[in-house]
């Protein structure tokens, strides 16, 4: 990748509610168009169905637009297969998710290491990147736990070590604290930030929490974005 | 975390689950495995060369002879391969209590017909040029302690020899060993020219023939020729396959394996259902760790791979439990039977039956699982929603 620019350009995205009626269609998105800048932190903000989740489903490769494009450092992926964009997803993208969907039966030590076996690392690399991911998100002492040993938030940093620790440079989160109280929640959204400024993660969340959103270098709120497409330049909600 | 690793714990998530239905397959496979068993000891029964055996004895009662130059008139029936004969001696050893399976035998062919009574070259030619020479089983050398070269008086209840006496002069010439258990251990030949020079009357007879025809001849048209050649003779005779002959001692055996290949089908078709289930069932509680799996870049194909894998596990591991305990039933068994039924063991190439059945079986109950797994879209069931 030769940055990690996110471009979204003329994207429409249309659900077809049920199979035999055509009217029945959902257009979520009518040429909507996005762009983030590598290295930024960004809050997606916006009433529930507006299409949050999916933008991000598009970025992150698990989802197509029905048509438009999704340019992400250069490389246009709603072009690619299945095969294709998994692997890509492999190499370019972290997710966190509300739920952790950690699996229960594999130590905190052992989920965090689950994407690198799809890498050519060795045993031991493996264990040293795992290790390496926990301690930066300060859950070196669990390393042996299971997911049902550990606490909400607990799980939640484990999670974000998982999405982390094959060193993607884009990390896309869904509600990533809903689940979780205040005090929790901000030791996450400051580590979101510590991997945004420190690591030079690019960061898109998509939160309803109006305080999380303080945690980000930029915040679109989707009820009131428009998109200039002369100037390129996004549109600062107001809060 | 190794594949390995990763496939048992999956499977071990439902460890009550996990166990009843390992168990249930290993229900089906003990069955199999008995019923593979005694299916063995009825093929080694009736299979090898007799299945390509005629024999042809007086049409009215098996106490009757034949002519002895009914031998070139067998032979001469097209996709008749050789013919011998052979004369029930009814013989016993000293007292009438201890009676033998003795057979006078015509000394060139014989053997070569019954080649299930395995005699090595040395002793077959010495037996061949000894004129009162015997072949024994070895389980009646062991029984009556006689070795090679040992005289032995032997007496029969039908025929008086020329000196007026039913006691016969005989020397072993070769003891014979079995191929397979199910064939008897116990039975004596001796020269039919022997006996025919030495009987006092019924001489160029024999009582029955034998008559070993090509695999790809007609066994029904050869029977038939066989038997018109004679039809008007003064000696009529009655051919039957030595295969339906047997058959008919173990019909009721083989009536008692297909009811059970019957049960069988319908225990394999229920476990089929079981597994699947639990396979299905397994897949759904997991869909969401599914489809983080594929988030994270986990393709399809690796995701199916392990399911695979899992149903392989469940599948062999209740195979395992199952087929070990149908040999221990087995071995008991056979002790139990071995006058009645020899040959219940299971033959190696049986596992491998079983190892392409079990791959088989988990890649149908994977099938459903692996649908799923395809469709499964990542952005639906990973909504932020829970
Ligand atoms: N698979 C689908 N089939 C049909 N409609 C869908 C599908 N996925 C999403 N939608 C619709 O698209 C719209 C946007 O959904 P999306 O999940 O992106 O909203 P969101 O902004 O993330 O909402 P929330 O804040 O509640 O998570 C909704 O109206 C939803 O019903
Ligand atoms: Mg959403």
Redesign the interface.
């Known amino acids: 990748m030769m940055n990690n620019n996110i471009e979204l350009k003329a994207i429409n995205k249309t659900y077809q509610k049920s199979k035999n009626s055509t009217d029945n269609q959902v257009v979520v998105h009518d040429n909507f168009n996005l762009k983030i800048n590598s290295g930024e932190f960004v809050a997606l903000m916006g009433p529930s169905g507006m299409g949050k989740?999916?933008l991000l489903?598009l970025i992150?490769g698990?989802?197509k637009p029905t048509s438009g494009q999704v340019i992400i450092g250069g490389e246009q992926i709603n072009n690619l297969n299945?095969?294709q964009l998994?692997?890509w997803?492999?190499?370019n993208i972290g997710?966190v998710?509300?739920?952790h969907?950690l699996?229960?039966?594999?130590t905190a030590q052992?989920n965090v290491?689950?994407?690198l076996?799809?890498t050519h690392l060795n045993k031991s690399q493996r264990k040293h990147h795992a290790a390496t991911a926990l301690s930066l998100v300060s859950m070196a002492d669990r390393a042996k736990h299971f997911p049902k040993e550990l606490s909400g938030g607990q799980e939640q940093r484990v999670a974000i070590a998982?999405a982390i620790v094959s060193d993607p440079k884009i990390l896309l989160c869904?509600?990533p604290t809903?689940?979780l109280d205040r005090k929790t929640a901000d030791e996450i959204l400051s580590l979101l930030a510590k991997l945004n400024k420190e690591y030079g993660k690019t960061i898109v969340m998509?939160t309803h929490d109006l305080k999380a959103a303080e945690y980000a270098s930029k915040v679109i709120n989707l009820e009131t974005y428009t998109y200039d497409l002369k100037a390129h330049n996004v549109q600062e909600a107001r809060l | 975390m190794s594949l390995f690793e990763m496939i048992i714990k999956n499977s071990f998530r439902k460890r009550i689950r996990f166990a009843l239905t390992a168990l249930s397959v290993a229900v089906a496979f003990f069955l199999l495995t008995l019923l593979a068993g005694i299916d063995h000891a009825l093929n080694s029964n009736i299979g090898g060369n007799s299945q390509f055996r005629l024999m042809t004895s007086h049409k009215v009662s098996m106490t009757q002879s034949l002519p002895i130059n009914y031998q070139k008139k067998i032979a001469k029936v097209e996709g008749v391969k050789a013919v011998t004969y052979a004369s029930w001696f009814g013989g016993y050893f000293k007292n009438e209590k201890n009676q033998l399976a003795m057979s006078a035998v015509e000394h060139t062919s014989y053997f070569s017909l019954f080649d299930e009574y395995l005699i090595s070259q040395p002793d077959l030619d010495s037996w061949k040029k000894n004129r009162i020479g015997i072949v024994i089983g070895q389980g009646v050398a062991t029984e009556f302690g006689w070795k090679l070269g040992d005289k032995i008086p032997l007496s029969s209840s039908i025929w008086m020899n020329k000196q007026g006496s039913f006691s016969w002069e005989f020397v072993v010439a070769a003891i014979y060993q079995t191929k397979g258990a199910s064939v008897d251990d116990k039975r004596i030949f001796f020269q039919h020219r022997y006996f025919d020079k030495s009987r006092a009357y019924g001489r160029n007879n024999a009582s029955w023939f034998s008559t070993q025809i090509t695999p790809e001849a007609n066994l029904d048209l050869i029977t038939n020729q066989v038997d018109a050649q004679f039809n008007n003779s003064s000696f009529a005779t009655r051919t039957t396959s030595e295969q339906v002959f047997i058959k008919e001692q173990a019909q009721q055996f083989a009536d008692m394996a297909m009811v059970i290949k019957v049960v069988l089908i319908a225990v394999f078709f229920t476990l089929l259902l079981i597994v699947c289930n639990t396979m299905v069932q397994a897949i759904r509680e997991r869909l969401n760790e599914i489809a983080m799996m594929k988030a994270l870049g986990f393709s399809s194909f690796n995701l199916i791979k392990q399911v695979y894998l899992e149903s392989f596990f469940l599948l062999s591991s209740g195979a395992f439990i199952g087929c070990l305990l149908a040999n221990i039933t087995l071995s008991q068994v056979q002790k139990l039977m071995s006058n009645f039924l020899s040959g219940i063991t299971i033959d190696p190439s049986y596992y491998f039956y079983v190892f392409c059945l079990v791959l088989f079986a988990a890649f149908i109950c994977s099938f459903f699982p692996a649908l799923t797994i395809k469709r499964l879209m990542i952005s639906n069931t990973l909504g932020a929603k829970q």
């Open positions: 989740s999916t489903h992150g698990l989802d299945e095969s998994t692997r997803r492999a190499d997710f998710f509300q739920s969907h699996l229960p039966v594999l052992a290491e689950l994407p076996a799809l998982r869904d509600e809903g689940n998509v």
